[in-house]
Nanobody, 111 residues
Framework: QVRLVESGGGLVQPGGSLRLSCVAS????????MNWYRQARGKERELVAR?????YYTDAVKGRFTISRDNAKNTVYLQMNNLKPEDTAVYYC???????WGQGTQVTVSS
């Protein structure tokens, strides 16, 4: 059974940092491109970062977020620095093509 479990979210002040983790199971992790998405309240889910043969970031997070993966641990990470209030959202990971969604992890950036 495919499973994705996100963690590492929380409440942080503007300018702060968080490191999100996503542990995957039920598929051959190292063979898949992995994505981080986020969904703010009242908005559609959007792609934030992707890691495969290359790395992609949406413009809003370039220079602040870093995606990485550890295939031995079936885990993809998202290091988020210099967080802004507009980064507030539920963050999800998924593979490409997508499979079942996890529960996500809430990131709230507020003073």
């Amino acid at each position: 059974q495919v499973r994705l479990v996100e963690s590492g979210g929380g409440l942080v002040q503007p300018g702060g940092s968080l490191r999100l983790s996503c542990v995957a199971s039920g598929f051959f992790f190292s063979s898949y491109v992995m994505n981080w998405y986020r969904q703010a309240r009242g908005k559609e889910r959007e792609l934030v970062a992707r890691i495969g043969s290359g790395i992609y970031y949406t413009d809003a997070v370039k220079g602040r977020f870093t995606i990485s993966r550890d295939n031995a641990k079936n885990t993809v990470y998202l290091q988020m620095n210099n967080l802004k209030p507009e980064d507030t959202a539920v963050y999800y990971c998924n593979r490409l093509p997508p499979t079942n969604w996890g529960q996500g992890t809430q990131v709230t950036v507020s003073s």
